[in-house]
């Protein structure tokens, strides 16, 4: 390694620079040693070294952020500078230094595989990473990804107040809401609610269902005869089971015929529950790129070509997801709320950094 170069030098900025003018700084270089490997790569007769060369200074790069980013780290190397002993370790003209010894975890981890056969270098990106992810080839010039731990903690924000406004509106506003509707029909489906309750009870305390009286009738029959009831008290414990079974069927119809009397406010308060949901998600993302999460972590979303996300693609977005979590919810909950975070968390392992959604509506997430 040059002895003149530094880890500010690598990055090419100033040794007073601050933590947002570092990490420019680092996505910038990130972003032209990423770009020379995808050329040399694609060209008609790739020089191995140049692309190994390449490869160390992205090491160097990376390196040189790894210690600058930390407070701590920095205020030590800094430390050593003025001490005239800058560390030499990082060799800014080819990764590693020659003469330096590599670390053996670092050396075992070059060669390590999974149990796919992949190198663990190329497995993906930890959801909670703090580090920046490669910007991928297909993404416009000037953006660049955001931190995995930035996109998760700013997703589960905007889950909290998604999850709050449902809670309120489904369990809480929206009952009162349709009980003050249709005051007559909520009353009379208590009321079957009870009675459906109080036939479940009852049949939970007779288990003797008619096949079950039947096999140990035989059983009894073959080991002492006479041992059994009469024949009437036989006939009354069917009739009972009979009886309960036709009374929950009619409590049954009654229920549904007095949640279809209230179809109306249920689905209207559904729809209302999705409107208030995309009210929070789209305006804000359609005029910034940001919903209050995105902004606190200072993310934001936007169209494949660079071009703000706008009022269409904001609907599109976030709409699949309200629309997918409130359907598959409702008919196979919880694993349709299961369902569709693996969809939204399927850019972690995307070559183009997008989830599912992101895919379908054709937007990216960047930092900033």
């Known amino acids: 390694m040059s002895e003149d170069l530094t880890l500010y030098d690598v990055l090419g900025v100033d040794s007073a620079a601050d933590k947002d003018a570092i990490k420019a700084a680092y996505q910038t270089r990130l972003s032209e040693v990423q770009g020379d490997v995808a050329r040399e790569q694609g060209a008609k007769k790739p020089d191995q070294g140049s692309i190994d060369g390449y490869r160390r ?9 790894q210690v600058l980013s930390d407070p701590y780290q920095r205020g030590r190397y800094d430390a050593t500078m003025e001490l005239g002993g800058a560390d030499r370790d990082l060799d800014v ?12 975890r670092a050396a075992g981890r070059e ?73 007559k029909e909520t009353a009379k489906l208590d009321l079957v609610n009870e009675c459906q309750k109080q036939l479940a009870d009852e049949q939970d305390r007779d288990p003797l269902k008619l096949t079950t009286i039947q096999t140990a009738e035989a059983f009894c029959d073959r080991k002492v005869p006479g041992m059994l009831a009469t024949p009437d008290n036989r006939a009354k414990l ?3 089971e009979n009886r309960l079974d036709k ?27 999705i409107g208030l949901m995309l009210l929070y998600l789209v305006p804000l993302s359609a005029r910034t790129g940001q919903t209050f999460g995105k902004r606190l972590f200072q993310i934001r979303v936007v169209q494949v070509d660079g071009s703000p996300i706008g009022v269409r693609s904001s609907i599109g ?6 629309l997918a979590s ?21 850019w972690q392992r995307n070559p183009n950094l997008q989830g599912l959604h992101d895919r379908m509506s054709k937007t990216i997430v960047v930092d900033g």
Request: charged residues 20%.
């Open 111 to 183: 060669q390590a595989v999974d149990r796919r056969g992949r190198p663990i270098r190329e497995r993906p990106p930890s959801l909670f990473s703090t580090a920046p992810l490669p910007v991928p080839s297909s993404w416009p010039s000037g953006f660049h990804p955001p931190p995995p731990r930035a996109r998760v903690l700013a997703m589960l924000v905007d889950m909290v107040v998604l999850a709050t406004i449902f809670f309120v509106g489904f369990f809480i506003a929206g009952p009162a809401i349709i009980d003050k509707a249709y005051p």
């Open 57 to 65: 200074e992205e090491a160097s790069v990376r390196g040189a952020w």
């Open 93 to 104: 003209d080819g990764g590693v230094d020659d003469d330096a010894p590599v670390p053996a």
């Open 326 to 346: 409130m359907f598959l919810g409702a008919f196979i909950f919880p694993l349709g709320f299961a369902l569709v975070l693996f969809g939204v968390l399927g």
């Open 238 to 240: 069917t009739n009972k």
């Open 247 to 273: 009374d929950a069927e009619r409590a049954d119809d009654r229920g549904r015929d007095l949640q279809g009397d209230i179809a109306l406010g249920t689905y209207g308060l559904q729809f209302t529950l």
């Open 317 to 322: 977005r976030y709409g699949i997801v309200v």
